[in-house]
């Protein structure tokens, strides 16, 4: 019997399996974790399928350490897509997906023990898939008290044994919730029945390292390969959640009472703003501040003269509101932050404030203004009265606000993107690299290659995190097409400083 199996490393060039003898007598079935002869070293790998005979296959599985499948069939599928739509090989697939104590041999002596005692469980429980674009630690001191022992919180920033034990957990079935990032996405979901995707409406919910993902796309690829039910839960109102995805969830949210100032006649920190901010709080009512804007420095030429003028947000608006109420903080019942704010669920809320509505009328991509207005759907979800604070007094983002006809504007937007067949309505790969010559060569290779539903686009040069760099943008209309295997294979064996983006928001 012959074994294909796929190591467990990291792997520039695009690769897909290698042929290995299997030990006289051994039961290994596909999903099986063996250790292997690779490049010299003894590496740990997964088997993918077993066939009957191979002549490439010279070498043998050295150990076979768990028989039964570690990886499942759809993990195995889902594995192939992360490589697939991710722009990497199959290998370095696995070897994201996998848990950090599997990634490596020597086993460390807790993942030996848990890979010699592991056995396919029969029938585990339902189990639900929670995906979040940023920690939630209210939802997850509920799940924690509802669930127990049988919820998991899954980010990168537990140790390696802690992952190692929740991984096995969940592969045995015993933990039936699980809430996070891509650590969510890459669990070992033995029996995944639903699937619920928190605020997808951000289209920077993506992997941004290697496979480069779109997180959101990726958990409905999983819920497609597991059968599972998906739902999707936004703060946009529900008729123009259903424009954008399937099986929404969203909150059709109304302010109590709007109020605007126009911040032409008085300044952010107002006296206006100030009396309806004490008032409040000595009424015992908490305060929260939404201002979706950092302080920057601006580069300004005067006179002739170079210099730099500061831009003031968040940061300097807290100093100043503090200030002004006679405080050196504002918590806990005077809350100020971006969207972090919404982290935690705030009860007693008598006033919610939109500091300045301009940083989103000035959002240039569809993410970024999506973004802002499920935030603004999420304070208004207090029931109380909102102050918004605007220049553009005569914006249409302002006046539907005004008008009660928020859901009509956000409608209108989600439409006219739609004709763009931007994210989520398509999808952009876009590669960059510092140098003109080399970005023009390798246009020259991909125009050769691209085929429908994909176009490619002239070169461009675009600031990046304040660098100018070129980018070539590869296009489709189509959300869900994989990119051609001949355009693929050379975007992986781009070398750095090249760099893959997927449908960046500066660039949209």
């Given amino acids: 019997m012959i074994a294909r199996v796929v190591p467990i490393t990291r792997i520039r060039r695009d690769t897909d399996s290698w042929s290995y003898k299997l030990p006289a007598g051994s039961h290994v079935l ?96 339902a189990q639900h898939c929670i995906l979040v674009p940023g920690k939630r630690p209210e939802q997850e001191a509920q799940l924690t008290e509802k669930f127990g022992k049988s919820f998991s919180r899954m980010y990168s920033d537990i140790s390696e044994p802690e992952e190692i034990i929740d991984w096995f957990r969940v592969l045995r079935g015993e933990i039936r919730v699980g809430l996070g990032r891509e650590r969510t996405l890459f669990a070992p979901w033995s029996n995944l029945r639903n699937l619920t995707l928190i605020e997808p409406e951000d289209i920077f919910y993506y992997h941004e390292q290697i496979p480069y993902l779109s997180l959101s796309e990726a958990a409905w ?61 000595i009424a015992g009512k908490r305060v929260v501040l939404l201002y979706n804007a950092h302080d920057r420095v601006r580069e300004k030429t005067k006179d002739g003269i170079a210099g730099s003028v500061l831009v003031p947000g968040i940061e300097s608006f807290s100093r100043q509101i503090a200030k002004a109420l006679g405080r050196e903080t504002l918590e806990p019942d005077v809350i100020l932050g971006t969207r972090s704010i919404f982290d935690t669920n705030y009860t007693d809320v008598g006033l919610a404030i939109v500091v300045s509505l301009d940083p989103l009328i000035d959002s240039v991509s569809f993410a970024d203004q999506l973004h802002g207005l499920s935030d603004l759907g999420h304070l208004f979800s207090y029931a109380c009265p909102v102050i918004v604070q605007c220049y553009r007094q005569e914006h249409p983002l302002a006046m539907a606000l005004r008008n009660g006809t928020l859901e009509t504007y956000i409608a209108n937007l989600i439409s006219e993107h739609k004709e763009l067949s931007l994210p989520p309505f398509g999808q952009q790969i876009v590669l960059t690299h510092p140098d003109r010559s080399v970005v023009l060569a390798a246009c020259e290779k991909l125009n050769s290659l691209v085929a429908e539903p994909w176009q490619l686009g002239h070169p461009l040069l675009a600031d990046w995190h304040n660098k100018g760099l070129w980018h070539i943008i590869l296009q489709s209309q189509e959300p869900r097409a994989r990119i051609p295997a001949a355009v693929r294979k050379l975007i992986i064996s781009l070398p750095s400083p090249w760099k893959v983006l997927r449908n960046p928001g500066h660039l949209m």
Avoid at 52 to 70: F, G, H, I
């Fill in 221 to 281: 690829e999983l819920a497609r390969l597991t059968n599972a039910q998906t739902a999707v839960r936004t703060y946009l109102p529900t008729s123009c959640g259903i424009l954008l995805w399937p099986d929404v969830e969203g909150q059709d949210n109304q302010p109590a009472a709007l109020q605007f100032i126009d911040l032409h006649k008085e300044p952010i920190v107002s006296d206006t703003l100030l009396e309806a901010i004490r008032s409040t709080v």
């Fill in 30 to 125: 596909p999903g099986a974790l063996v250790v292997i002869p690779f490049s010299g070293r003894e590496c740990l790998g997964v088997v993918w399928e077993i066939d009957e005979t191979d002549e490439k296959a010279s070498k043998s599985v050295t150990k076979v350490l768990c028989p039964d499948p570690l990886v499942k069939a759809p993990q195995r599928r889902f594995i192939e897509y992360l490589s697939q739509t991710g722009l990497c090989s199959l290998s370095t697939a696995l070897y994201v997906w996998m848990p950090r104590a599997l990634r490596r041999f020597p086993l460390p002596s807790v993942t030996r023990q848990l890979v010699a005692g592991y056995v396919s469980v029969e029938n585990p429980a």
